[in-house]
């Protein structure tokens, strides 16, 4: 992460970061802020920011996260602290645990959703 010059705080919450088309991780990948994924994951995705997963994005991730926003595929179970959006061309197969959740027409779902917030708080707390 770069910072500037004299600044000694933490990881600033506003950054952006872009995992773009052709790229490809595998591994525990962690961020601050917002990370648009355009690109390939497999692992697990941990961070209380938004992920943005791009209409070319594809992963493959146990993913908890504050908020996450699909296009692409995502295929692993969500927990999001605060939503999850997924949008019209948006695939996700896996659970989702959430406060919040949007589904645009035309997007593919296989899964549960739970969203109730006490079971939330409990699986929070147990990671």
């Known amino acids: 992460m770069w910072r500037r010059k004299g600044n000694s705080s933490g990881p600033d919450q506003a950054t952006t970061s872009v995992i773009d088309k052709g790229c490809e991780l595998e591994g525990r990948f962690t961020f601050a802020g917002k990370l648009i994924l ?4 497999q692992g ?5 920011g938004t992920l943005l997963v791009g209409e070319t994005g ?6 908890q996260v504050g908020t996450v ?9 969500i927990i999001a602290r605060d939503r999850v959006e997924i949008l019209s061309t948006g ?5 989702i645990v959430t ?7 035309g997007v593919v779902f296989d899964g ?5 917030g006490e ?7 147990s990671s």
């Open 38 to 41: 355009n690109g390939k994951l």
């Open 44 to 48: 697990t995705i941990n961070s209380p």
């Open 58 to 63: 594809q992963v493959q991730a146990e993913v």
């Open 69 to 77: 926003i699909v296009s692409g595929e995502i295929k692993g179970n």
């Open 91 to 95: 695939r996700v197969f896996g659970d």
């Open 99 to 105: 406060p919040v959740l949007v589904l645009e027409e």
């Open 112 to 116: 549960h959703c739970k969203m109730k």
């Open 119 to 125: 079971e939330l708080q409990a699986v929070q707390e």
